[in-house]
């Protein structure tokens, strides 16, 4: 009777166990495995291809990303989805036509070009036309469409408008999906992205997940306005997260200012981390050129609008060549394989610094910021050596910082090279704004649209307690918030010297071979009159400990001459 007993609560238990294991299981599965095959006119992903394959991602298992030209039909019959973009007209390949026509999958076709695919011989598609209105919301410029008329009994999820007339912008015909636009902005994304569950057949998820970020912590915060923001965070039992910088620079004297020196500031981030603040490593100066730290980039030359191609800071590079100034294209990248390299060595000397400073100072970043979000390509894949995750936006060009954008859910894109990105999608509040919460409260009202999309923001802790409060309230009113923990996740971080690892639910672990002189020598580096102060200090001390001894010396000469006097 005992035995068949404890059999019964046995198989009781290992059911409760699949009921808790098996939908997490399923819903894994279930993601479809994608190929984006894109027609561009460099042949290359360009912005509205890289912001769409990162929207994407999210849905996706794994994503294949090829230009037209480079399909590989082995790969293509592997898929579960084909997204195809045209977003300059022009012959689709053969043999893109045909493995598109075999295709028993999904298939979500963009702008141009789709005429030419036989499952969409049915659709008509008229040609260009302008929409003023997207889904009854104006927009702030006219955005140019594909008129498209599609089949009978087709289901249209999205309509653009102009002067009354309306339009289809996405459309739906069982398998077979069709996005009118031929460039993605601002005023498109939450249309697409609410319209996805929908063209992929998921279920879209009840849960938005939120993200207040403390912005900007450097050596000169104040660690009173940080303790009142972060404590308030924390007291109200939201996870938040910590932007540090570690060394501070002066912009008109040169003067760099180490985190270690503002030991009041550390002791309240080490308590802020304890009471479930999370460090995020923003960087290392937050400058370049000496740029006063804030305000400068550091992974971006912005004077040039170009990467990086320097270490030495102090001299100002050249402007970078293009395909023009060279001979041949093997030359050219050549070239850019040298520029990357120089890349690769400056920011691998920042991402140690920066880590290692601050777990010197008991600090663990578990992801990582680009100041200003300004980081090329080669940058973010550099900075995948060194850290999981990453918050913000994302850089979209190679060759200008302002063209950056952000998905509206967390995802891995292909720009970040495996980092999860966890997406800035509300902004911040600007006190100096007549009403700084407007410009939130019209992101939030769309966001709130689009099942499981993020709400990330970041708030300046110096600006106090006055707005922090109506920020969370804000965000709190978005029904079915779920506050963003890192801490329940797993997330790794590391350099040469340090490994940081966050698993789920566990206490952070910390490995660390940091030498001091290492730290030390940084020090000097970054402040070189620091290095005259030791030297002029040891001359200093040399001499007292020679004068000492020479005194003593004296003494005992002296009592050894009365010593012999007396006898």
Partial sequence: MNYKRLMSIFVLAMLVQLIAIV???????????MTFIYMTQDHLPNSDVLFLEATLAAFAKKIDLVEANQVNIDKLKKSDVIVFMGEEKGKVPRKVRDAIQSFKGRIIAIGHNVEQLQPYKQWKFVGPESIRKLDNDSLETILSIIHVIPPEESEILSTGENLGERFPFIVKKGKLSYIAATAFRTETKYSVSQSLYSLLDQKPPDVHQAYIRLEDISPITDPKLLKETGEYLSEHNIPFYMAVIPVYVNSETGEYTTLASNKKLVRVLKELQKRGGMIIAHGYTHSYRHEETGEGFEFWDAKLNQKIITKNTDETPPKMKNSLDFTSEEEYQKYLNKMNRLEKEYIDEKLTNSIEHLTQLGLYPIAFEAPHYAMSPNGYHVTSE????????????????????????????????????????????????????????????????????????????????????????????????????????????????????????????????????????????????????????????????????????LRARLRKRLFEERN
């Fill in 23 to 33: 939908p997490t299981t399923h819903a894994e599965e279930t993601l479809p495995k």
């Fill in 386 to 553: 060194y850290f999981s995750s990453i918050f913000g936006q994302v850089q979209l060009s190679d060759e200008n910082w302002e063209v950056m954008s952000a998905p509206l859910f967390a995802s891995k894109p292909a720009i970040t090279s495996g980092m999860t990105l966890y997406p800035e999608t509300i902004g911040f509040i600007d006190p100096t704004l007549s009403d700084p919460y407007q410009e939130m409260e019209t992101k939030l009202k769309q966001l709130e649209k689009v099942p499981g999309s993020m709400i990330g923001g970041f708030y300046h802790p110096y600006i106090g307690l006055k707005y922090l409060p109506h920020m969370v309230e804000l965000i709190e009113s978005v029904p079915n918030v779920e506050w963003l923990d890192l801490r329940k996740t797993e997330q790794t971080v590391q350099s040469d010297h340090v490994k940081i690892k966050q698993e789920k639910d566990k206490p952070i672990q910390v490995a660390s071979s940091i030498n001091g002189y290492k730290l030390f020598f940084q020090n000097i580096k970054e402040r070189p009159f620091d290095l005259v102060l030791w030297v002029l200090a040891i001359i200093v001390s040399l001499t007292i400990l020679v004068f000492f001894f020479y005194i003593l010396g």
